[in-house]
């Protein structure tokens, strides 16, 4: 993070730094769409790693960029889109994204799987469940015939469902909607990948399937050391399965953190709001509290704080001047982009040091 108040990267470089490689690190990535009226700044310079082992969250209101962010690190931007050439995303030593389509199939999959909200995107209506397995295992394993469907078997009863020998040969219909994402996880452990995107993967279950998958995914994790990027709108969610947890906002991370610290001591302004929506969060006799009004298209360059307009504790400069990230709080993983910080700093040093950083928040 080269724009970064009190940046402490070089003093982390210690030791343990390179035994724990991330598994995968974004850095700066920009992915943009050219539609005919406008540049729509979808993702707009997010960095973030996931190490090995560990779920990183990515959290944030519908339309923040987090799906973007998904389908930039599975090469699955097209036209109009457009992921900016000064973007990286290191995985296994390379940046993927000066990948050739054939070079991001030979990941996709084996390197990298995703899981959807909607499972009937990745089922084939017209093939049976366990076909579908077998077709992943002859891809990327190069298994077939009986191997395959004892394999294709193994899967399901490793994703939790009951009876597979029988439900190898059934249709997605005949699985219910919680059945059916189990049988997409299955698809994508199938290819015994090293990282698993989760794009809202409980989003369309009702709450005791959605626990239910949830928990699968962390059992799965702890036997495979898969590192799972968890995209999730839902702060409760984040709160069950992240390590680390980034919060998106029109394209930027406002803040970033481990989950204790995140959930004790928010520091952005957007993540104590999107805390105080959720039910049980609040304390006793205050009332649940939305966030008014909804996330801006980042159709403009960031020239100023893009939460701003919605901000209660916003001030004169906030609409004038783009925070950059900047240490808050105990934890050195803790960083929140917001003029209020660094806190032990008044209003106008903060705003001095974070133009300084930004280069006057134009880029
Ligand atoms: P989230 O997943 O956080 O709900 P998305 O990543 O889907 O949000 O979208 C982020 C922004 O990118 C939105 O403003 C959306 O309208 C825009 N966007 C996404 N896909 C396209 C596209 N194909 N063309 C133009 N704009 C897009
Ligand atoms: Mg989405």
């Known amino acids: 993070m080269s724009r970064h108040v009190n940046d402490e990267s070089s003093s982390r470089t210690d030791d343990t730094a390179s035994a724990r490689d991330p598994a995968l690190a974004v ?17 707009d310079g997010i960095s973030f790693e996931i190490r090995r082992g560990e779920t990183v969250g990515l959290v944030g209101e519908s339309g923040s960029g987090k799906s973007v962010t998904a389908r930039s690190i599975l090469g699955l931007i097209e036209s109009p889109g457009e992921i900016d050439p000064s973007s990286s995303i290191r995985f296994d030593g390379e940046d993927i994204t000066e990948y050739s389509e ?15 909200q909607d499972p009937l995107s990745t089922l084939n209506p017209v093939y049976t469940v366990g076909n579908q ?46 059945m059916r994402q189990r049988a997409v ?33 962390l059992d799965l994790q702890a036997e495979r050391d898969l590192s799972i990027l968890f995209i999730t709108h839902d702060m409760g969610v ?5 390590d680390r947890v980034n919060v998106m906002y ?8 481990p989950v204790e610290p995140l959930f004790a001591e928010p520091k952005h302004p957007y993540t104590q709001g999107l805390l105080r929506s959720i039910p049980g969060m609040q304390t006793s006799g205050d009332r649940l509290e939305t966030i008014e009004g909804e996330v801006p298209t980042p159709n403009e360059p ?15 400069e906030c609409s004038q001047l783009a925070p950059v990230p900047t ?37």
């Open 27 to 43: 850095e700066n990535l920009r992915t943009v769409f050219h539609t005919e009226h406008e540049r729509i700044h979808a993702v």
């Open 102 to 116: 054939s070079e991001y199939e030979s990941i996709r999959g084996d390197g990298i799987a995703m899981v959807f």
């Open 133 to 178: 397995i077998k077709e992943a295992l002859s891809l990327h394993q190069g298994l077939r015939g009986a191997a395959a469907t004892e394999r294709a078997i193994e899967l399901l009863e490793e994703v939790g469902i009951p009876d597979a020998a029988r439900r190898v040969t059934e249709y997605p219909h005949q699985f219910s909607g919680g």
């Open 185 to 217: 996880i299955a698809m994508a452990l199938a290819c015994a990948p090293e990282v698993l995107i989760c794009d809202e993967p409980t989003t369309a279950l009702d709450v005791t399937i959605q626990a239910q998958i949830i928990d699968l995914l």
């Open 238 to 242: 984040i709160a069950e399965v992240a």
């Open 250 to 257: 029109a394209g930027e991370i406002v803040e970033s953190a």
């Open 302 to 316: 960031a020239t100023s704080c893009r939460f701003a307009p919605r901000c209660p504790k916003a001030f004169d």
């Open 327 to 363: 240490d808050v709080g105990d934890d050195p993983d803790h960083d929140a982009a917001c003029l209020l910080y660094p806190a032990e700093l008044s209003t106008d040093e903060a705003v001095t040091r974070h133009e300084s950083a930004g280069d006057g928040g134009k880029q």
